[in-house]
């Protein structure tokens, strides 16, 4: 079929929206917010109902035309690009609030409403949206449930996963399935947790019911700094092993703070080595005791200066340095690179040892504003995408920064997905049969493979490209199998 | 030579003639009456993966088993060939309280996992029924979990890491051991509650909290069914540090003190709810909660009685084991766990209650009331209890809850949909059964929509 009459037949579902098209639009959806791989779809169509959705699929899969389904464009993997030329469904126009039900601390959204939209909706009832992703202004909710999207206080709330209750999905058939509901545990498989971070390779999420929660009675915010981020890194370590868990442990490193200070002004101190950002919430009554034993373990570990936001905008500013950090590194470098790696938590001070390495070998500046009370770190690698050479060596210092994370028995994301970026890297954790198993899960959703097709797993025959290492283990086990087989069938 | 017993030579040479059970012997693992003709009870991974190869070559049927204390739950099997215990993999192979996370393999049992990060101060955060026999690796098959859930989650909230045995004797892996990931697809939410169904489950990776300063427990005596919405939205919306919240009636309440032989408020509703904190944070916490309650216009009275440790220990390990001991208590009746939104869980006591008026008998009835689980017990004064069931099923439905009956005689489960009517999404479930277990082997049957 020629591309005329595509974009009559996609016009025809969608209107009256508009279908876009031409070379010079396509240009904001060749890629998503990781700008290092690019792709221009065919088309992008807006739809603004589910039955539009059905249609849209129904006719790209009639022409055998791969399409992915796009949120607010904030992922950091590129699960967003249409390989191949595909068609780009743009899901922002279906962005209403279907139902607040307070008394069962539910919601009901379409997945193009705004993460934040929903906490502001709620807030006057006292609710809340609990996973804040620092894009939250900007990104969805069906983008954050294709992602399993975290944030800053995930580390005490729990990700995207835990907050989703049920899906009602377009799969790529065509077919709408509702998945999971209102009440908890429905009997059955789990698809609702399964399909939460598929990245958007098992079908189109149409609906979202999503748990709300209880605004905190009392929130309170301190600011640590210290000399060095090894004394950051052990406090960390301190705070947890005092059995608190605080709402949210961030760090930034010097680089970080400095950016972040020239954007905000929130009064950081700039000559400290890292500061530690942490956030106790819930009941006021204890909240005193806690914030004091917090204190004293920032001092145990050589704290410079505890800070403590004295109200509301001192809190607001303070978070408004860490939510929009990322933007403020772009006034250290024409371009950066993120990083969303795991690590032990005990690992950390290793971990930004082993970082500030990379940074040195290969002569490029990282800076490191992470979520340190759950190990998920966020290296951005500063580099000058007009510089070859530079460009080259980002790529090898963000595969040393993986090799990394998984050395030191992390995973390769925790809140930004896999997507086109780093499927590449997936045998580096999972053997070819662990790899099988997604691959079998992803055909009962999606047999023709045109949904959001190139994302999360390398190909069958792509598992044994590259440095692809083996489970120990599993090597061992698989030998002993056959041993135990051998003497069986001899036996028998 | 049958080819059963071409099978037990072949498991035997894997697994010890000491740890394969044959003929009568097998009678312990019966699943709802039908005894295995073989129980394997392999040492190690490799001796697993043997069995499973083993069993799929000559094509017989696997059923995984932990504990055994929730085997009741699900479809009679038609045949059982091999069950496969679990029971010697109870390693725990890492545990740094420092990450707060534990991996050990799936035949671990909660109990000797708690007494494992008592001392560290920590503890996973999952309370279901049995805990002294339940594996961790049951636990995830059949998605248990108890009154903590409100504060901690389930299963799918705790679980990062899982490995699995396929039939084919492959083993896989999914997750990691870090507490937060996105890497490749969340397959240990597909295994959670898949009740054996897919793969067997050996090895999980567990995010842990730590022990509570201090915890108090509160019962609310509740005399008019209409307060008890009012109340149930008070206390979710007040701020505590609320882990327990469960609302008995008078029938289960007087089955608990007789089971415990301990005193408990009588009254036709009771209110347990748990708080944590320093002793100083809970009693604030108890002292505002009956202020609050108080305050709230009610029909008839609401009072708050704080529970001593002497009450208060015995009563939630006696709620914890009510969907096992209100079945054992009771052999002619069903038990179903029945999911509900919060708002309806008043509403489910008034139908149950008015039901069972009707029938002129008196029926428990608990909820997990912050997250809209219930339970109920059914029985009947002489109507078979499948009618029982469908006056169950019709409120249910009413209430457009799902329903699962945990326990029933297998006469009763042979003629009711024990996971009730499948949703629209039950084609992909059976797909999903398709591709992990093409011949239908493992756990045939018992699952919901005959999976």
Not at chain 1, 51 to 77: D, I, N, W, Y
Not at chain 2, 315 to 335: K, Q, T
Request: proline share 5%.
């Amino acid at each position: 079929m020629d591309k005329h009459t595509l974009l009559q037949e996609l016009a025809a579902i969608v209107a009256p929206m508009p279908v876009l098209s031409a070379p010079e639009e396509m240009l904001v959806y060749e890629c998503d917010g990781h700008t290092l791989d690019k792709a221009s779809p065919i088309a992008v169509a807006f739809p603004t109902s589910t039955e539009q959705v059905v249609a849209l699929v129904k006719l790209a899969s009639t022409h055998h035309l791969p399409f992915v389904a796009r949120g607010a464009g904030t992922g950091l993997s590129g699960g967003a690009l249409a390989l191949d030329g595909g068609l780009v469904i743009e899901m922002n126009r279906m962005n209403k609030i279907l139902e607040l039900d307070y008394v069962n601390q539910r919601a009901v959204v379409q997945p193009g409403l705004v993460n934040l939209h929903l906490s502001l909706a709620a807030a006057d009832a006292g609710y809340y949206y609990a996973p804040d992703p620092s894009s939250q202004g900007a990104c969805t909710i069906g983008g954050n449930v294709a992602e399993n999207s975290g944030g800053p206080h995930t580390l005490k709330y729990g990700v995207t996963t835990n907050h989703v209750l049920g899906l009602k999905v377009v799969l790529p058939t065509g077919d709408i399935v509702h998945l999971g509901g209102p009440s908890l545990d429905t009997p059955g498989y789990d698809l609702t947790g399964l399909f939460v971070g598929s990245e958007g390779t098992f079908g189109i999420v149409t609906e979202i019911t999503v748990r709300l929660m209880r605004k905190p009675e009392a929130v309170k915010t301190i600011l640590g700094s210290f000399a060095t981020i090894d004394d950051a890194s052990n406090t960390v370590s301190g705070i947890i092993a005092a059995g608190i868990v605080p709402a949210a442990l961030e760090m930034m490193d010097n680089l970080t703070i400095q950016a972040v200070e020239a954007a905000t002004g929130a009064g950081l101190p700039l000559d400290a080595g890292a500061v530690l950002l942490i956030e106790l919430d819930g009941i006021a009554a204890g909240m005193e005791e806690d914030a004091a034993r917090i204190a004293e373990v920032c001092n145990q570990h050589g704290c410079l200066n505890v800070r403590v936001a004295k109200d509301e905008a001192e809190r607001a500013l303070l978070w408004k340095g860490r939510k929009e950090a990322f933007g403020a590194i772009g006034r250290l470098t024409p371009n950066y690179y993120t990083h969303d790696g795991v690590i032990p938590r005990t690992r950390l001070p290793e971990a930004l040892q082993r970082l500030l390495a990379i940074s040195h070998k290969h002569n490029l500046r990282i800076a490191n504003v992470f979520h340190a009370g759950d190990g998920n770190l966020h290296p951005l690698v500063l580099y000058n995408e007009k510089d070859a050479d530079e460009l080259e060596r980002t790529h090898q210092a963000g595969e040393d920064i993986l090799r990394t994370c998984v050395e030191l028995g992390g995973v390769l994301s925790g809140e930004h997905g896999i997507g086109l970026e780093k499927k590449n890297c997936m045998p580096w954790l999972f053997s070819d049969d662990d790899l099988e198993v997604m691959h079998a899960v992803r055909r009962v959703f999606n047999p023709d493979n045109l949904c959001n097709p190139g994302k999360v797993i390398p190909l069958p025959s792509r598992c044994r490209c590259g440095a692809v290492t083996h489970e120990p283990d599993a090597a061992a086990t698989q030998e002993a199998v056959a041993a135990a087989l051998k003497d069986a069938h001899v036996r028998s | 030579m049958s080819a059963h017993d071409r099978l037990a030579a072949a498991l035997e040479s894997v697994v010890g003639a000491e740890w394969l059970l044959t003929d009568t012997a097998t009678a312990d693992y019966a699943i709802d009456g039908v005894s295995p003709r073989l129980v394997a009870v392999p040492a190690d991974e490799a001796q697993i993966a043997a069995v499973l190869q083993l069993a799929d070559e000559h094509r017989m049927t696997v059923f995984p088993h932990g504990g055994g204390s929730h085997m009741a739950l699900g479809n009679c099997p038609a045949s059982v060939d091999v069950v496969l215990s679990l029971r010697r993999l109870q390693s725990q192979l890492a545990y740094e309280p420092g990450d707060m996370t534990t991996t050990v393999q799936a035949g671990m049992r909660l109990a000797d996992l708690q007494h494992t990060l008592r001392p560290n101060g920590q503890f996973l955060a999952l309370d279901p029924s049995a805990a002294a026999t339940t594996t961790v690796g049951g636990i995830v098959a059949a998605n248990l979990s108890g009154p903590r859930r409100l504060l901690y989650g389930s299963a799918r909230d705790l679980l990062l890491g899982i490995a699995v045995m396929g039939m084919n004797g492959k083993r896989t892996q999914a997750g990691g051991r870090v507490v937060k990931n996105v890497t490749g697809y969340d397959l240990n939410k597909l295994y959670i509650g898949s009740l054996g169904t897919l793969a067997v489950i050996v090895e999980l990776t567990w995010k842990v909290h730590p022990l509570p300063p201090g915890e108090l427990t509160i019962a609310v005596r509740v005399t008019h069914h209409e307060d008890l919405l009012p109340i149930l939205q008070r206390l979710l919306q007040m701020p505590l540090r609320l882990n327990s919240l469960v609302l008995l009636n008078a029938a289960t309440v007087h089955e608990l003190a007789a089971q415990l032989d301990i005193t408990l408020i009588d009254a036709a509703y009771v209110l347990v709810l748990r708080v944590e904190g320093s002793s100083q944070v809970t009693s604030h916490q108890a002292h505002r909660l009956s202020e609050s309650l108080q305050h709230l216009p009610l029909c008839g009275a609401a009072t708050p009685q704080t529970c001593d440790e002497a009450t208060s220990e015995p009563l939630w390990r006696g709620i914890e084991e009510l969907p096992l001991s209100l079945a054992a208590a009771e052999p002619d009746c069903a038990v179903s766990k029945i999911s509900l939104r919060i708002s309806e869980v008043p509403d489910f006591f008034y139908d149950m209650q008015t039901a069972a008026s009707a029938s002129g008998v008196s029926w428990p009835v608990f909820a997990h009331a912050g997250n809209g689980i219930a339970y109920v017990r059914l029985t009947s004064n002489g109507e078979p209890i499948l009618n029982q069931i469908r006056t169950l099923d019709a409120s249910v439905t009413r209430l457009h809850g799902r329903r699962v009956i945990e326990y029933a005689p297998v006469a009763v489960k042979h003629q009711c949909e024990v996971w009730g009517t499948p949703g629209d999404d039950f084609a992909l479930m059976r797909a999903i059964k398709t591709s992990f277990d093409p011949h239908n082997r493992l756990n045939p049957g018992r699952f919901i929509g005959g999976l």
